[in-house]
């Protein structure tokens, strides 16, 4: 058995174990940033709710 391969395939994961993980708190971030920082938002009044089909019954009335 070739002992100069243990550490190399110890190094080869712990290495790709590193990069793994900083991805995840790279992408966790960013996702975290921008919920809490929406930076997205349209400017401008909020919509109004009060026309529309937006307080429309979804049940149909028999007439």
Do not use: Q
């Amino acid at each position: 058995m070739d002992n100069n391969k243990d550490p190399k395939f110890w190094r080869l994961l712990v290495k790709l174990f590193l990069g793994a993980v900083a991805l995840i708190a790279f992408f966790g971030l960013g996702l975290y940033y921008t919920a809490k920082y929406n930076t997205y938002a349209p400017e401008g009044p909020p919509p109004d709710s009060s026309w529309g089909i937006s307080t429309d019954s979804p049940i149909r009335s028999h007439r």
